[in-house]
């Protein structure tokens, strides 16, 4: 059979999408391969969130085009958000594609892909609807972590995201369905869970008429072989005393909070459609941390959004500088085509977002920093990520650290360690972003 090889761009949402797509090619007789060079097909499996996202996906595009060229690929299959989002775009623009498949053609990735050696042209695109919540995954990650999608879709409509046309309404997953898949995770070695949707917070609202996060997460705390379970993509609105109580009680919840916060003026934030205000904003962060005092929360802004004024981007910068998150990223604003504000009055020039983005994060590195020495002396506990022979020391994560996108533990041990052990790490200095510690144990 053919040998696959994929490319899988964007978030960990995408991600579980693309293992998805490799388990039912795999069931289908397909080789599955970890390179592209000589791969008989190429999937690209493509983010369209903002321009970025586009035009990295693109460029991966463009060189599978030359791979395909020089003889050295044979078919290329474009697959995810900017194959749903552009269509028929991307046969227009790069012809040189086999095949181009919507989010809701992903349960027939295996039958599109054995058509391109048949046909010219593969076009499906059905509604997004038919995209599968559940089924097989051959993981990308290591074997001891993995990301467990409970829904998909979104239904906020806040005015800058694309992702309601993309990936149409929210839908969650029946609870059964989610603990089976994590029984499986379980039973294969995986101890770290990261629970990830559009809306991780909206889970069962649309199945059972309420916010069924908390009760979730009770059933998964009492999986055996889980021991984190982290939490990635939390509305505010939706972060219930419920919720809180659970992660305070539950000791395989991490006290860790994914939360996109976007703005904290409410002249921006009602522009752009989140609902809530500043001062709605800073009494749940009071009560996270009241409940929690060791919550780690990771935050989201966006600067440049039309009409921000400077005045209003000041209100942002205090906000961060006072509520001192512990992570934070933030990017400007990326008109979208079919997003309210794609021809908003008020547009700010790319130069104006750059720096105002710029003082944001010199300002929390600042923050950061400051954290990070206080941690000075303080031990926790690190799930190793792997070892480096030549400075005999390894790299891990504590609760604080979601992989992918936070900082690094980097120790040395007594103790001789694998990847996916836990160790109890004193920190003894900082790096940045990142600690350093020992282990005794």
């Not at 991307?90 to 046909?119: C, H, M, Q, S, Y």
């Not at 996108?405 to 940045?432: H, M, N």
Request: hydrophobic share 40%; proline share 4%; glycine share 8%.
């Amino acid at each position: 059979m053919p040998k696959i090889g994929l490319i899988s761009l964007g978030c960990p949402k995408n991600q579980v999408d693309a293992e998805m797509m490799l388990a039912a090619l795999e069931s289908d007789g397909f080789e599955i391969v970890d390179y592209v060079d000589g791969a008989d097909a190429v999937i690209v499996n493509t983010c369209g969130f903002i321009d970025d996202a586009k035009k990295e996906a693109i460029e991966n595009i463009l060189d599978m085009i030359e791979l395909k060229n020089e003889g050295i690929i044979k078919k290329i299959v474009v697959t995810g958000c900017l194959a749903q989002s552009q269509q028929f775009g991307i046969f227009k623009e790069l012809p040189e594609v086999d095949a181009v498949a919507g989010i809701g053609a992903n349960g027939r990735i295996a039958e599109i892909v054995r058509d391109t050696f048949l046909k010219s042209v593969v076009f499906d695109c059905p509604d997004q609807s038919e995209m599968p919540l559940e089924g097989q995954r051959l993981l990308t990650t290591p074997d001891y972590w993995a990301y467990l999608k409970i829904a998909d879709g979104c239904s906020n409509n806040c005015a800058y995201c694309a992702i309601p046309g993309i990936r149409g309404p929210f839908r969650s997953r029946p609870m059964e369905s989610v603990l089976e898949e994590a029984k499986q995770l379980a039973g294969s070695g995986v101890k770290e869970l990261i629970l990830i949707a559009q809306d991780t917070t909206g889970y069962g609202a649309d199945l059972y008429g309420g916010l069924k996060l908390p009760a979730l997460l009770n059933m998964l705390c009492e999986i055996d072989g889980i021991e984190w379970i982290r939490l990635l993509y939390c509305y505010p609105d939706k972060v219930t005393d419920e919720l809180i109580d659970v992660m305070a009680k539950q000791p395989k919840v991490l006290h860790y909070m994914d939360l996109p916060l976007q703005h904290a003026d409410d002249a921006i934030l009602n522009a752009m459609g989140r609902k809530g205000t500043q001062e709605d904003i800073r009494q749940l962060i009071e009560r996270l941390r009241e409940r929690i005092p060791d919550i780690v929360i990771r935050t989201t802004f966006m600067v440049g959004f039309p009409g921000e004024s400077e005045r209003e981007f000041e209100v942002l910068a205090e906000f961060v500088n006072e509520m001192e998150f512990d992570r934070l990223g933030c990017f400007g604003f990326s008109p979208q085509e079919g997003t309210p504000a794609f021809d908003m009055d008020g547009q700010l020039d790319d130069g104006t977002k750059l720096r105002r983005g710029e003082i944001i994060m010199e300002d929390q590195h600042a923050i950061v920093l400051e954290k990070n020495l206080a941690r000075i002396g303080k031990t926790y506990t690190a799930l190793v990520e792997a070892y480096d022979a030549y400075s005999d020391s390894y790299a891990g994560r504590s609760y604080m650290d979601a992989p992918e996108i936070d900082g690094l533990i980097y120790f040395t041990s007594k103790k001789e360690l694998e990847p996916g052990d836990f160790a109890e790490v004193e920190i003894v200095d900082v790096r940045e972003y990142d600690l350093l510690g020992k282990s005794e144990s």
